[in-house]
């Protein structure tokens, strides 16, 4: 091999040389939304460790506790945590505070694979509920009130409910009738709010977590505020969580070198929201407006605009983050993706089975929509022109009927002796691993839940379509992995 290559670097290098549309993760689109005090400096020399005058992250008593009690103010907190590891940490660190082993938690089935891992490290017990689902758009929406009480209703000694607001869709829940209904119960309300950090700046958009009566949230400040990629938050937003608990569930969860770049972003980034944080809004708005109105008048594309709201468990809809499809042109969203690249070189963050979805945030440019205009009229155009009949696109129905029976918590399933066994022979085993299509990352089957014919169905027609999977250990899934059956 030759030592004298650095391949990452390397694709870093021609990746940026190409000049992309970028309408990818993270928020800040190369420099050009990174705050000032970041976006001109020599990065290297914030790359640093506990040095004197810097403070700890662990034990943050000053200039680190400063910034935090800053964020905190900024996003509406009563106490605010850096976050180096994610927000996966972060989740971790919920599920950590508030749910001990044996304690139930309620969970939709959309929520990220770090609940999961809090559910392993904690021993707590999830009930799992699902979201609402669109067969128009084909994709998974929001938890309903009335699913949440109907799960205390059943379950009256859960602790906690965990959800997912904004999903990656842009989707949101109404946490607000959500929080009034887990507080009746004497029950906190934990958020995921990974995609929704920018949510609080202005009366355009949905309501943030913290602004509609949750307990705790985790927010990445990476995807759509302006902080480096791995840099986030967690807040309390009330006093149903004990600030200590949460710190030192913290510490088992961070690196114990926390990097002081990614802490200098989430401050950089934080300063940047709070100064300018409402015409950054107002600017990511305009936007998606113009890339809405005009993606509409190209024939063979739909975009998602509010019309699920009220519907689908969809409370309000983040107009930032821009959903289209091309089905009615036989195309399927992976493709589009494909080709929106190949052709155009136009970068979206996501495809599923049938939609592409963009971020958009106030660092593109008038310029970046105008490609992703421009490609999707070309492709729409070339597929237009070729087809002599219209070729409709297979729809399908990635629904569950029910949900797999749980025989073991997370936990006891992870610890458990595990033995590998030919797909085809998986009917009525125990799961010992997490089979998850992503997108949409709705697990089909969970550690310790029941392999019934159904769910193995939905994996066959998954893999069919060449999805990808999280949580197997054999990609191919030819394998599984099982617990051992006691003799």
């Keep these: 091999m030759d030592q004298n ?13 190409e000049k992309p549309a970028y309408f990818r993760i993270p928020g800040h689109r190369f420099e050009r939304g990174l705050d000032e005090a970041l ?58 505070s508030t749910v001990k082993e044996g304690e139930k938690i309620i969970v939709p089935r959309n929520v990220h694979k770090s609940v999961l891992m809090g559910l392993i490290l904690s021993g707590a017990t999830p009930v799992y509920v699902m979201p609402e689902y669109s067969t128009k758009w084909q ?35 109404n946490l607000r009738a959500i929080a009034e209904i887990c507080h009746r119960h004497d029950a906190v309300l934990l958020v995921d709010e990974a995609h929704g950090s920018h949510l609080y700046f202005s009366e355009k958009l949905p309501s943030g977590a913290l602004e509609s009566g949750a307990d705790a949230c985790a927010q990445s400040i990476h995807k759509t505020a302006g902080s480096f990629t791995q840099s986030s938050l967690l807040s309390i937003g009330s006093e149903r969580l004990d600030a200590s608990r949460v710190a030192a569930n913290l510490q088992m969860v961070q690196s114990t070198s926390p990097s002081y ?101 106030w660092a593109n440019s ?41 025989a073991k918590t997370p936990r006891e399933a992870y610890f458990a002796e595990k033995e590998a066994i030919p797909f085809a022979k998986a009917e009525g085993r125990i799961a010992a691993e997490m089979v998850a299509p992503y997108p949409p990352g709705i697990p ?15 994996i066959r027609q998954y893999l069919a379509d060449g999805c990808e999977f999280h949580g197997p250990t054999d990609a191919s899934l030819e394998t599984l992995y099982v617990l051992k059956e006691e003799k």
Aim: aromatic residues 6%.
């Design 39 to 96: 976006s001109g400096a020599t990065l290297a020399s914030y790359d640093l460790s506990e040095a004197e005058g810097l403070d700890d992250l662990h034990h943050a008593e000053g200039v680190i506790a400063e910034a935090q009690k800053l964020a905190a103010e900024t996003w509406k907190a009563k106490k605010t945590f850096f976050l180096v590891n994610g927000t996966t940490c972060g989740n971790e660190a919920m599920v950590l």
């Design 444 to 458: 089909l089957i969970c550690p310790g839940e029941q392999y019934r014919k159904e769910v193995l169905e939905l």
């Design 261 to 361: 770049l990614l802490m200098a972003s989430l401050d950089a980034a934080r300063r940047g929201m709070a100064l300018h944080g409402k015409e950054r809004m107002e600017c990511a708005i305009a936007l998606s407006r113009t890339a809405r109105q005009e993606i509409g008048r190209i024939e063979g594309i739909e975009v998602l605009g509010n019309e699920l709201e009220g519907m689908c468990g969809v409370w309000k809809i983040d107009p930032t983050r821009l959903v289209f499809s091309a089905r009615k042109l036989g195309i399927s969203g992976y493709d589009l993706q494909v080709r929106l690249y190949e052709e155009y070189r136009v970068s979206t963050e996501l495809a599923d089975e049938e939609n592409v979805v963009c971020v958009i945030t």
């Design 5 to 17: 290559r650095m391949p990452l670097v390397e694709a870093l290098q021609q990746f940026r040389e």
């Design 366 to 406: 008038k310029e970046d929509i105008t490609r992703l205009i421009h490609a999707l009229a070309g492709i729409a155009a070339a597929e237009n022109k070729k087809k002599t009949g219209q070729t409709k696109f297979e729809e399908k129905q990635w629904l569950f009927r029910s949900l797999p029976g749980m």
């Design 139 to 173: 994709m998974w929406g929001g938890v309903t009130p009335e699913t949440i009480e109907k799960a205390f209703m059943e379950t009256p000694d859960a602790k906690a409910v965990l959800l997912v607001s904004p999903t990656y869709y842009g989707l949101c829940s």
